[in-house]
């Protein structure tokens, strides 16, 4: 972001609040946490705020973001009483983004110092990408590169349609991207906790404006559980994503994808014409698209798991 197009210095004279807001909601990580926090504090873009939303950890967690929180005035810590689950963790920390962008960042994530600048090149430039996206290397514990390949989404050019369906069918890692704070009031996000929130979010974004893929930035993505099966992995976040109150109700927690995403195509700013158009185009992808998710919940709502 050169000088002539945008200046922080300048903007700092006008306003004391930052561009951009990191949303880091955490619990247990300490293993990786200073590694992402100095990750974040050494981009070369300087102008944002660090908020940490701590969901009551029981290990050294607390103690590093407080160290921290000493060492750089950018950082603000919240800590819940309780464990509330991580997906409402997610919704609440969103409450304190006063700014024009923000991002989440894992607590176990690492990312180039050009993360931020590169991606608000791009949206600074281009009123229409609600979301830039850099590309994705993943990292084990020790941080060497995995042999991994991943796809990615850059829908500017494509009509409503090709956007929700691109951002259907890719996979969701845009979510961790920069994000143009006034678009996601457009969609009347957040809606209540449910398993595919943030997917059907990337769906109500991508009727708002183009994602953005970034190539000259990296977000090094960590894989922590390399040898975890499908099903497994859908039974950690219904444990961890939400309480076991709302666990119990969402035994057909994917079968409530397809009506999020109509209610997403009914509130979304385009022409009627176009709704209807999705809602033929779209929903029967949507089964398609998690119909192994959607089985799998009726597996185990009758108590048999997949070998």
């Given at each position: 972001?050169?000088?002539?197009?945008?200046?922080?210095?300048?903007?700092?004279?006008?306003?004391?609040?930052?561009?951009?807001?990191?949303?880091?909601?955490?619990?247990n990580?300490?293993?990786?946490?200073e590694?992402?926090?100095?990750?974040l504090?050494?981009?070369?873009?300087?102008?944002?705020?660090?908020?940490?939303?701590?969901?009551?950890?029981?290990d050294?967690?607390?103690?590093?973001?407080?160290?921290?929180?000493?060492?750089?005035?950018?950082?603000?810590y919240?800590?819940?009483?309780?464990?509330?689950?991580?997906?409402?963790?997610?919704?609440?920390?969103?409450?304190?983004?006063?700014?024009?962008?923000?991002?989440?960042?894992?607590?176990?994530?690492?990312?180039?110092?050009?993360?931020?600048?590169?991606?608000?090149?791009?949206?600074?430039?281009?009123?229409?990408?609600?979301?830039?996206?850099?590309?994705?290397?993943?990292?084990?514990?020790?941080?060497?590169?995995?042999?991994?390949?991943?796809?990615?989404?850059?829908?500017?050019?494509?009509?409503?349609?090709?956007r929700?369906?691109?951002?259907l069918?890719?996979?969701?890692?845009?979510?961790?991207?920069?994000?143009?704070?006034?678009?996601?009031?457009?969609?009347?996000?957040?809606?209540?906790?449910?398993?595919?929130?943030?997917?059907?979010?990337?769906?109500?974004?991508?009727?708002?404006?183009?994602?953005?893929?970034?190539?000259?930035?990296?977000?090094?993505?960590?894989?922590?559980?390399?040898?975890?099966?499908?099903?497994?992995?859908?039974?950690?976040?219904?444990?961890?994503?939400?309480?076991?109150?709302?666990?119990?109700?969402?035994?057909?927690?994917?079968?409530?994808?397809?009506?999020?995403?109509?209610?997403?195509?009914?509130?979304?700013?385009?022409?009627?014409?176009?709704?209807?158009?999705?809602?033929?185009?779209?929903?029967?992808?949507?089964?398609?698209?998690?119909?192994?998710?959607?089985?799998?919940?009726?597996?185990?709502?009758?108590?048999?798991?997949?070998?």
């Amino acid at each position: 972001m050169n000088n002539q197009s945008f200046s922080e210095e300048k903007r700092k004279m006008k306003s004391k609040a930052p561009l951009v807001s990191i949303c880091m909601p955490i619990f247990n990580e300490e293993k990786y946490l200073e590694q992402a926090l100095e990750s974040l504090l050494a981009q070369n873009f300087k102008d944002f705020e660090l908020i940490i939303s701590d969901n009551a950890s029981t290990d050294r967690t607390p103690e590093i973001c407080k160290l921290y929180l000493e060492k750089d005035n950018r950082i603000k810590y919240y800590r819940n009483e309780r464990n509330i689950y991580a997906l409402a963790n997610f919704i609440k920390i969103m409450q304190y983004v006063k700014t024009p962008y923000f991002m989440f960042a894992g607590g176990h994530d690492l990312w180039s110092d050009n993360y931020i600048r590169s991606c608000l090149e791009i949206m600074e430039k281009d009123l229409s990408v609600v979301i830039a996206t850099p590309r994705t290397v993943w990292i084990d514990e020790n941080n060497k590169e995995l042999d991994i390949k991943d796809s990615f989404i850059d829908t500017r050019g494509c009509g409503n349609v090709s956007r929700l369906i691109l951002s259907l069918k890719e996979n969701h890692h845009a979510i961790y991207g920069v994000i143009r704070s006034d678009a996601l009031k457009k969609i009347s996000w957040p809606r209540p906790q449910y398993i595919g929130t943030f997917l059907v979010m990337l769906g109500g974004l991508s009727l708002v404006g183009a994602f953005a893929h970034v190539l000259e930035a990296t977000w090094y993505r960590r894989k922590a559980r390399e040898d975890e099966t499908t099903d497994q992995r859908l039974e950690r976040y219904q444990r961890t994503l939400l309480p076991s109150g709302k666990y119990a109700k969402a035994k057909l927690s994917h079968w409530r994808i397809p009506y999020e995403y109509l209610i997403v195509i009914r509130r979304s700013p385009i022409p009627f014409k176009e709704k209807i158009a999705l809602i033929v185009t779209v929903i029967p992808a949507v089964f398609v698209q998690y119909g192994y998710n959607m089985f799998g919940d009726i597996r185990r709502l009758f108590g048999k798991r997949s070998q």
